[in-house]
C-alpha cells in the first residue's frame, strides 16, 4: 500500500485511461481511492456513537439508572469495479463483534427500470426508519415498528436482495437464513422479505411518499422458544426499562406487514408508519401492533435528510458548515409511538413520547439530545404493573 499511496501523492507517471493512476479524493470527512478513470473506487468507512443516559421517575428503583456506552464502533470499507461492489463493516460495541453489512452487488439496467442484486449479509428493506442506518435517523433509536416488529432475524439479513427502480418508485425483496452472528438464534428459519415506496408527488417544494412492507418466516422445527424485550424510552442502554413480549413456546411460522405515509416539504418532514407481527405457535397466536408518529423541522433552513430514491433517511450536510465559517445544521424533532404486546399470554404494553434536538457542525459530525416520557404496563416479571417515568439520552456522533 505504501507504493500505492507514493505514486498517489507524486501523481507518478503517464497511462493510458484504462490503466490510470490511482489519485485520492475527500469527501465527508474521509478520503477515496480512485484511479483515474473512476472505475476502481475504494472508501474507508468508521462510525463512532458514544451515548450518556438517564432514566428518573420509575416506581422502580432498579429503573432508575444513568450510565455510558459506546453504543457502536464500526469499522469497514466499500469497494467498487464498474457494476460490482462490494461492503463490509463490523461493530465492535458492546463486548462483542458483529458483522453488519457483507455482501457484493452488481447493478445494471432493465426495461423495467434499474436493478441491484445483492449476495451476502445486507440490512432489511422495512419501514422507513427500519431500512436506514442509525447514523442517519433523526432520532438516536429506529422507531418502536422498526424495532418490536422486525423478524426473528433482526435488522439484517443473510441471503440474496435484489432492488428495482423506477422514475418515483422502488421495490426491493430479501430471502435471508441464519443470523450470521448468531445462527444458534434462528436455526434454519427462513425469512422472505417484501418493501415498495412510491412518490406520487415529487417536486422541488413538496414530496409525498407513501410505502408497503411484509414478511414472512418459516420457523424450522428447532426453533422451540420465541421472545423479544423491546428497549423503551430511547434507553439502549437501561436493560431494565423494556416492553416484553413474554414467552411463545413451539412457534410455528410468522408474517409482518406495515404501511408508511410521510410528506417532506421545505425544512419541515413528518411521518406515520403502523405495523403488525402475526405468530403462529403451539397452542397460541399472537398478535402485535405498533404505530409512530414522527416529525422534524431545521431550524436552520437545510432541506430534510429524506431520499427519494431509497425512500428512506440519509446523509445530510449542513448549508453552512463551521468549517466554513456558518454554525451548522440545527433540527427539532418530535415522535410518539404505541407497542402493544397484550395479545401474547404475558405480553406488555408501552407509550412514549420524545422530543429531540440535533446539531451537526459538520457532515460527519453529530451531536443529539433526545428526552422521553413514557409509560409501561407490564403483566409479568420484576416490573410488573404500570409504570412511567423520564429518560434523557445524549449522543456523540463521528461517521464517514
Known amino acids: 500500500m505504501a507504493g500505492i499511496f507514493g505514486a498517489v501523492a507524486c501523481g507518478a507517471g503517464p497511462a493510458a485511461a484504462d490503466d490510470g493512476p490511482l489519485v485520492i479524493r475527500w469527501s465527508s470527512g474521509a478520503p477515496e481511492l480512485q484511479s483515474a478513470d473512476g472505475v476502481f473506487r475504494l472508501r474507508p468507512r468508521a462510525r463512532l456513537q458514544l451515548d450518556g443516559a438517564l432514566t428518573g421517575d420509575s416506581a422502580f428503583t432498579a429503573r432508575n439508572r444513568s450510565g ?3 453504543r457502536s464502533l464500526q469499522l469497514g ?4 469495479v464498474d457494476d460490482i461492489s462490494l461492503a463490509f463493516a463490523a461493530d465492535l460495541a458492546n463486548h462483542q463483534t458483529n ?5 457484493v452487488a452488481w447493478r445494471g439496467r432493465t426495461p423495467a427500470g434499474d436493478l441491484e442484486v445483492n449476495l451476502g449479509n445486507r440490512l432489511t428493506d422495512r419501514g422507513v426508519e427500519g431500512s436506514a442506518s442509525t447514523q442517519t435517523s433523526p432520532f438516536l433509536e429506529r422507531n418502536v415498528v422498526a424495532s418490536a416488529l422486525a423478524p426473528l432475524k433482526g435488522a ?3 441471503g440474496v436482495t435484489a432492488r428495482l427502480y423506477g422514475e418515483n418508485w422502488r421495490l426491493a425483496a430479501q430471502v435471508a437464513g441464519d443470523d450470521i452472528n448468531d445462527p444458534a438464534l434462528t436455526r434454519d428459519t427462513v425469512t422472505t422479505t417484501v418493501r415498495g415506496h412510491w412518490n406520487p408527488v415529487r417536486t422541488e417544494a413538496l414530496t409525498v411518499h407513501l410505502g408497503a412492507w411484509g414478511y414472512y418466516e418459516n420457523f424450522s422445527g428447532r426453533v422451540t422458544r420465541l421472545t423479544r424485550n423491546t428497549a423503551w424510552g430511547g434507553q439502549h442502554f437501561n436493560s431494565a426499562l423494556q416492553v416484553s ?13 406495515g404501511v408508511e405515509l410521510g410528506v417532506v416539504s421545505g425544512p419541515g418532514w413528518s411521518f406515520v408508519e403502523y405495523g403488525r407481527r402475526e405468530i403462529a405457535a403451539q397452542p397460541s397466536h399472537a398478535s402485535i401492533e405498533a404505530w409512530s408518529a414522527s416529525a422534524g423541522w431545521f431550524l436552520t433552513g437545510e432541506h430534510p435528510l429524506y431520499a ?9 450536510r449542513p448549508d453552512r458548515p463551521v468549517s466554513a465559517g456558518g454554525g451548522g445544521a440545527l433540527e427539532l424533532t418530535g415522535r410518539i409511538e404505541h407497542l402493544d404486546n397484550t395479545d401474547a399470554p404475558q405480553g406488555g404494553r408501552g407509550d412514549a413520547a420524545t422530543l429531540g434536538v440535533s446539531w451537526r457542525p459538520e457532515e460527519w459530525l453529530r451531536l443529539t439530545l433526545n428526552a422521553s416520557g413514557w409509560k409501561t404496563d407490564a403483566r409479568a416479571g420484576a416490573f410488573k404493573g404500570r409504570d412511567d417515568g423520564e429518560s434523557v439520552t445524549t449522543r ?5
Do not use: D, K, W
Not at 458483522?99 to 455482501?103: F, V
Not at 427519494?308 to 445530510?316: D, I, L, S
Not at 456523540?396 to 464517514?400: D, I, K, M, N, V
Open 77 to 80: 470499507f466499500e469497494a467498487a
Open 308 to 316: 427519494p430514491r431509497n425512500g428512506v433517511f440519509t446523509r445530510m
Open 99 to 103: 458483522i453488519r453489512n457483507a455482501y
Open 396 to 400: 456523540l456522533q463521528l461517521a464517514f
Open 156 to 158: 439484517y439479513g443473510l
Open 68 to 70: 455510558v456506552e459506546v
Open 245 to 257: 413480549l413474554g414467552l411463545l413456546q413451539q412457534p410455528r411460522h410468522g408474517e409482518g406487514y
